[in-house]
RNA sequence: GGGCGUAUAGCUCAGCGGGAGAGCACUUCGUUGACAUCGAAGGGGUCACUGGUUCAAUCCCAGUUACGCCCACCA
């Protein structure tokens, strides 16, 4: 006996042989001879011969591998490579096999192949029906059943003992894969059919060279990788589905004659692939010869004889003179993925030369899920390739795919999906939208998170409000509005801050890198314009100065129009809105915010940047004292700046407003040197101080001026722990030597102010 | 089995060869007219572990551990 494992029992009724391993010295004396299959009727039991192959593996079991040539993948392979016959036993319903002669005739057709060592063709073989009479029609599982217990009942199954001595067949229990459809939920049976394929291999080389040289382009890069990996292993294309969906497969049957016209007795077909009907018809024609007519007929197949009488095409046994032929055409469709392949050129009206085709092909950029990359675009590619010798597309943009809480892969058939319209009903299109484009970083998959939807429905609202704001304060467009016109410090700052984020976002977007844009549009309109420009433009709203007022308006009304489209891809629907509502007098707005112009840069002042990022600095400086001091909020203080130049005076005098709204001072100015009751800030290269006379706390203040300068301190050893290695000097960067050096010495002269202010308080 | 990827603040995640970041959560303070879906100030991280390359590593390389995904599939 040789001991055979296996989970499907039944299909040991199509078995064609046992293989072993070549070098398994074991089986070694046994190869070649034949052995019985231990099943079926006991008067017809089968023989199929023991052979070798490189596929069993000797430590695995018993180191013998049934063969069932029809019904799995590995050992199909095994059966081609040592010509062992394929039954089939089952049909399209999994169960087994009901047609052809009685048992006793079928298997004596199997003994013979056996005997003769002559493999016949496979339609031969396919015919041949090894299910044994009274299993026939059963279902796969009532056969499995049925066969086991077969196999016990004649004592021929291996045994073991259980826990109390006794012997029962051995079962191992074991996990193995198991494929289940995807629709059905049913354990899939392999299954030889006949199917159409697509010599994938041939089309993958023109496609793959097209990524390799860099003709179309993987976002982010690493997806080519997963491109490559399939392509170079590809297998061929099984482009055949029963289905009644699709492209219909453009081939024809008719019967297949021989020299002398009659039909061949085996009933095999000719296939006449063709465009339409009448080019099937017209090559059929010339197949055939003149003295047959030649017909499509869509309903009945079939040949119609000299006499009129009506065959099915696949008759077997007579060797007949045709009259006429009526092709039938293969009712099977395209697979869904061949005919999407064609779409980027079919959609514009390929095969003809359309203006539409000269224009879009190729088209740009293809958007899709990692998931596709196989299914669609490595299809595409072959087939831009290979009808268009030209690739669809240029880049493909692989986005980040949305998984559900646990990091799973949203399906409709496994019922996990986030379904956006309730994220949309509870925050709204433009807060969703926002919150994928800033998760979406490049080669990662998105766990969404309600948080941050939340969040950036809050920076709508941020900006309804900012918009809000600016109307109550009759900020409104003025046409020709220059930004190079701007006099005060606060719009040249704002307008070259708007210019930065212009850069950024089309830098980003440019570079598919949208969670940066939509970072960089975020930081700019909440962090620069709602915190800072707005906050810093209500004391000159509420001044006297009608020119300053007037030019702010103008800047805000400006900045926030630029703003409206540097959100819009992010955002469009509240900034279509927010555009159509602030049109002001005098300024046209035809159309939509979506059909305007994409901003770009205007002024870069760094002067005024500096200045007013010197004064945010600033203000925010004196917060953070005020706030570690405990000093009520409503209380309010003077501000001294210690020796300061005359522009560094001017300068305090431009900030005076905002100093005494945003920081709540009452009066600033310049002094040699500061009074000893009084909290001291380094602000860039000044210092500057509040005096508390009566408020101050002098432990705490030294407190946090050492805490202060500990901080530097630290920073301060690091970076002279650099400059003091000689290979730093040597080999790193000019322009990175330099920067230390100038943190070193701004560094240093920190601490020589905090060592002032320590000495001073005593 | 083949391939790809991820480990950074309590949570969700950016970032990057040279000074650790955001949002949410948390602590304290604040409603006189843009916004409490808000404002101000703050606490919080050995950038998974081990080794290597480098003047310099959270970042590059190798290995380890954990987790995830794709493809194939063991009689």
């Known amino acids: 006996y040789i001991s055979i494992a296996t989970t499907r029992p039944e299909t040991m009724l199509g078995d064609g042989a046992v293989a072993v391993h070549l070098s398994d010295e074991r089986y070694a004396s046994i190869v070649g001879k034949l052995c019985e299959i231990p099943v079926g009727p006991k008067e017809h039991r089968r023989f199929i011969p023991i052979i070798t192959d490189e596929y069993p593996d000797p430590d695995f079991g018993s180191g013998a591998v049934k063969i069932t040539g029809a019904h799995d993948f590995n050992d199909y392979q095994v059966a081609k490579r040592g010509k062992i016959p394929m039954y089939r036993l089952m049909d399209t319903q999994a169960a087994l096999r009901a047609d052809g002669a009685p048992y006793a005739e079928e298997a004596a057709k199997a003994k013979q192949i056996v005997e003769s060592g002559e493999l016949p063709d496979e339609e031969t073989v396919d015919a041949i029906n090894l299910v044994p009479d009274d299993y026939r029609g059963l279902d796969r599982f009532e056969a499995r059943k049925k066969i086991v217990a077969d196999i016990n009942a004649d004592g021929l199954a291996v045994m073991t003992k259980d826990e109390d001595g006794n012997a029962v067949p051995m079962v191992e229990n074991k996990p193995i894969m198991q494929p289940f459809g995807d629709r059905s939920k049913v354990v899939i049976e392999p299954m030889l059919t006949d199917q159409w394929f697509a010599d994938a291999k041939t089309l993958a080389e023109p496609a793959l060279a097209s990524v390799k040289e860099g003709r179309t382009k993987f976002v982010p890069e690493n997806w080519s990788k997963t491109y490559y990996q399939w392509m170079e292993n590809i ?3 099984c482009i055949s589905r029963q289905l ?9 049957y008719g019967p297949k004659i021989d020299s002398d016209g009659c039909k061949l007795e085996t009933g095999e077909s000719e296939i006449f692939v063709a465009k339409s009907d009448a080019e099937a018809v017209q090559l059929a024609q010339t197949y055939y010869g003149s ?3 030649v017909s499509v007929d869509h309903g009945d197949f079939g040949i119609v004889l000299a006499g009129g009488e009506k065959l099915d095409i696949g008759t077997e046994n007579e060797r007949i003179k045709l009259d006429s032929v009526s092709l039938s055409r293969d009712p099977d469709v395209l697979d869904t993925w061949f005919s999407s392949a064609l779409w980027p050129f079919s959609t514009l009206g390929w095969p003809e030369k359309t203006p539409e085709l000269e224009r879009y092909y190729q088209t740009d950029v293809l958007i899709t899920g990692f998931d596709i990359i196989f299914f669609w675009v490595a299809r595409m590619m072959m087939m831009g390739n ?3 010798k030209q690739e669809p597309f240029h880049t493909i943009y692989i986005h980040a795919l949305v998984r559900d809480e646990h990091g799973a892969k949203m399906s409709k058939s496994k019922g996990n999906v986030i379904d956006p319209l309730e994220l949309i009903d509870e925050y709204s299109a433009d807060a969703l939208r926002f919150t994928l484009a800033a998760m979406a970083a490049q080669g990662r998959d998105i766990k969404l998170s309600t948080d941050r939807v939340a969040g950036y429905r809050n920076f709508a609202t941020k900006l309804w409000n900012a918009t809000r704001f600016a109307e109550m304060n009759e900020c409104k467009l003025v046409e020709g509005f220059k930004p190079e016109d701007a006099k005060s410090q606060l719009n040249r ?16 977007i440019e570079a598919y890198r949208f969670n940066e844009a939509a970072a960089a549009v975020y930081r700019f309109v909440w962090n620069k314009v709602c915190d800072w420009h707005l906050e810093l433009a209500k004391p000159v709203f509420g001044g006297e100065d009608e020119a300053a007022k007037a030019e702010t308006r103008a800047t805000t009304a400006y900045v926030l129009d630029q703003i409206y489209a540097l959100m819009h891809p992010f955002m469009p629907f509240i900034t279509e809105e927010l555009w159509e509502r602030t049109s002001g007098e005098g300024v046209s707005r035809d159309g939509f915010l979506m059909h305007s112009s994409w901003p770009v840069e205007g002024i870069l002042d760094d002067q005024a940047a500096d200045e007013i990022n010197w004064l945010i600095d600033l203000i925010t400086a004196v917060r953070s004292v005020r706030a570690e001091m405990n000093l009520p909020a409503k209380a309010r203080t003077d501000l001294l700046l210690i020796g300061a130049n005359d522009d560094e005076k001017a300068m305090l005098e431009r ?6 709204r945003m920081a709540r001072v009452d009066n600033g100015s310049v002094a040699s040197e500061a009074p000893q009751a009084s909290a001291q800030i380094v602000v860039g290269q000044l210092t500057v101080c509040l005096p508390l006379e009566g408020v101050i706390d002098f432990d705490a203040e030294r407190d946090r001026l050492n805490k202060e300068r500990d901080k530097a301190t630290g920073e301060i050893e690091k970076i002279e722990k650099k400059l003091g290695n000689q290979g730093f000097i040597a080999k790193a960067p000019e322009a990175v030597v330099a920067e230390q050096r100038t943190r070193l010495e701004d560094l240093q002269a920190t601490v020589a102010k905090l060592d002032e202010g320590i000495a001073r308080l005593g």
């Not at 009644?244 to 024809?252: E, F, K, M, S, V």
């Open 655 to 660: 900030s005076m407003n905002a100093l005494q």
């Open 386 to 388: 290979h009808f268009m």
């Open 244 to 252: 009644w969906w699709g492209h219909r497969i453009p081939a024809w």
């Open 291 to 293: 003295d047959v007519s």
């Open 493 to 508: 700052w704002v307008l070259t801050e708007l210019s930065r984020a212009v850069n950024d976002v089309t830098r980003e």
């Open 235 to 237: 297998e061929p294309w």
